[in-house]
């Protein structure tokens, strides 16, 4: 795309514009005062026939981002610097916006941008555009779960009176549906939705910050803008473990792709990926075993979550080893030896004749973008700091998705592209605001939550009670003869608001929208209990649990408030 270059002379700049959404000369006019009040702009020609603008101004008291923000501001303007800047030159490497990277929250931005009528580049490296989500996060993960799930009630029955006669898992097959899964919605819902965009250009290659102004792209072509995203997501972080590198581990993303089924594997750590790895792989007949260097799975959660969880997961036949550290690994004939050190100091030699698989978090993709050059801050976890604007400590760059110190998910990724954008160039302010958050773990029984647990509350000094209820006190779960898990709420004890939640139950997933809503609304736990939920449903745990903050479910006739 053309760069718009401005014509400076002893403390005067020109910049170029087109402008849309006048419909008379009148609209010229208003645009000229509109640019006018800006201090710093000398004069302004705006000219409505050709739907051109033309600002000269001083730059050391404005800048031409400045000038096209107060257009934007406008309800009815839109301006965006010219194809050809006001000597006539023009050049293809310089852009409105520069997005690094590929996945969710740089399409969201691409879509906002376009919508802006801002000219955009997207730069991307590594995995395919469309990124972690749809090529090896969300979407193979979950249609391998539920593959799982489907293998899994085809040899288990919650009642006797049913006997599953078994299956038939054709695993490479499995692979191959999720890879073509993968290959229709990475066109459809990526790259097919941009395919007509009028203000996007996208490469491939890896971007590097010259300056805070410019990129290089593959070492050799330079572009610039006058803002960037960087949203350069997140890659599994590998331990520094003796050996590991030479024994031929896998991470999520190779294990997915791997059409022949392992006998069995071992995976190192017991988050979220973890165990949703260990309960796909280990129903669709690979023996698993969990290595975990802290005391128990999903260790961000409170103790009960992780009990309950973990109770399901051995009783399904996953070998879990919680306060066990890996040391070293070495490959013996076709076997891996993983050297351990035991809860009580003591040292093991476990073997693996399978697959090693690697789950010990994330690490953000921050590494050979030049990023010490410009001096953009880091967290110490290594994630790029961002405000609640999206906004770094550089005044031009914004950073979104999983590179970046905010929850790690695919939806906040694309939120936060939308406001990165908007907030970079239409003058807005929206902040994130994640106190109503919700999120799911996809074992079974599914693991979700939104605002505060208990310990947050305390952390925070806020007056809380809890109200837990196990599934067997639910009439749905009572019917489906499977009472795994439970509900529990956390209200501010003074003003009965429902202020966090957390769900363990099979499909739990499914409630935890609706505790999101009530978080964000301030609902009371007294309306929850009030309001009315369809018998035989799993939300109307909610409203027993809601209740059991006063009474005694226990003393209630089924359909009883």
């Known amino acids: 795309m053309p760069e718009i270059k401005d014509q400076i002379k002893e403390g005067s700049a020109k910049v170029a514009l087109t402008i849309s959404g006048m419909t008379c000369d009148h609209c010229a006019v208003t645009i000229e005062k509109i640019v006018k009040r800006n201090k710093g702009v000398k004069s302004a020609d705006i000219n409505f026939k050709n739907g051109t603008g033309e600002i000269e101004f001083d730059p050391a008291a404005i800048s031409k981002d400045e000038i096209i923000q107060s257009i934007n501001r406008s309800k009815s303007y839109r301006a965006k610097q010219n194809d050809m800047d006001v000597n006539g030159n023009g050049s293809s490497h310089h852009f409105d916006l520069i997005i690094v990277g590929g996945g969710s929250g740089a399409f969201s931005a691409a879509i906002t941008a376009e919508n802006l009528g801002l000219t955009t580049l997207m730069v991307n490296a590594g995995l395919p555009f469309g990124g972690t989500c749809v090529n090896v996060g969300c979407v193979p993960s979950k249609t391998l779960i539920r593959a799982a799930e489907t293998a899994y009630h085809a040899t288990h029955s919650n009642f006797a009176s049913i006997k599953p006669k078994g299956v038939d898992i054709d695993f490479a097959q499995v692979i191959k549906d999720k890879k073509q899964l993968v290959k229709t919605l990475q066109q459809k819902k990526y790259m097919d939705v941009v395919s007509d965009f009028q203000y996007l250009q996208m490469v491939e290659g890896r971007a590097e910050f010259v300056d805070d102004k410019t990129i290089m792209v593959n070492g050799k072509n330079k572009y610039t803008a006058i803002k960037f995203i960087i949203a350069t997501s997140a890659t599994t972080n590998i331990p520094d473990i003796e050996g590991l590198k030479d024994v031929g581990y896998l991470t999520h993303a190779s294990l997915f792709d791997l059409e022949e089924q392992p006998g069995s594997i071992t995976i190192m750590g017991a988050g979220y990926i973890g165990c949703e790895l260990a309960m796909a792989y280990n129903r669709l007949s690979t023996k698993v075993r969990i290595i975990e260097f802290t005391d128990r799975v999903l260790r961000t959660q409170t103790p009960d979550i992780s009990e309950e969880l973990e109770k399901n997961m051995r009783d399904e036949g996953i070998g879990i080893l919680p306060n066990f550290r890996t040391v070293k690994c070495e490959k013996s004939g076709n076997n891996t030896l993983i050297h351990c050190k035991c809860p009580d100091g003591s040292f ?213 408030s």
Not at 354 to 363: E, L, N, P, S
Not at 417 to 435: L, R
Not at 456 to 471: C, D, G, H, M, R
Not at 475 to 503: H, M
Request: glycine fraction near 8%; charged fraction near 20%.
């Open 348 to 560: 093991t030699q476990l073997v693996e004749p399978g697959k090693v698989v690697v789950a010990t978090g994330t690490k953000a993709n921050t590494q050979k973008l030049g990023l010490d050059k410009i001096g953009l801050h880091l967290t110490a976890s290594g994630h790029i700091q961002v405000n609640e604007l999206m906004g770094t400590n550089l005044q031009n760059i914004y950073a979104v998705g999983d590179v970046a110190n905010t929850p790690a998910y695919v939806y906040t990724a694309a939120y936060e592209g939308k406001i990165a954008v908007e907030n970079a160039f239409t003058g807005s302010e929206n902040k994130t605001d994640y106190a109503a958050l919700p999120w799911v773990v996809y074992t079974d029984p599914q693991i979700a939550g939104v605002g505060l647990d208990e310990a947050q509350a305390a952390a925070l000094n806020i007056p809380f009670e809890v109200s837990k209820l196990t599934l067997d006190n639910v009439p749905r779960s009572l019917a489906a003869d499977d009472t795994r898990g439970f509900i529990k709420l956390i209200r501010n004890a003074e003003k009965d608001t429902l202020i966090g939640a957390r769900v363990v139950a099979p499909e739990g997933g499914e409630l935890i929208e609706l505790l999101s809503m009530a978080i964000q609304h301030k609902t009371t736990i007294k309306e929850l209990a009030e309001n009315l939920y369809p018998y035989l449903t799993l939300g109307e745990g909610i409203k027993l649990a809601a209740i059991t903050f006063g009474k005694a479910v226990d003393k209630l006739s089924c359909c009883a």
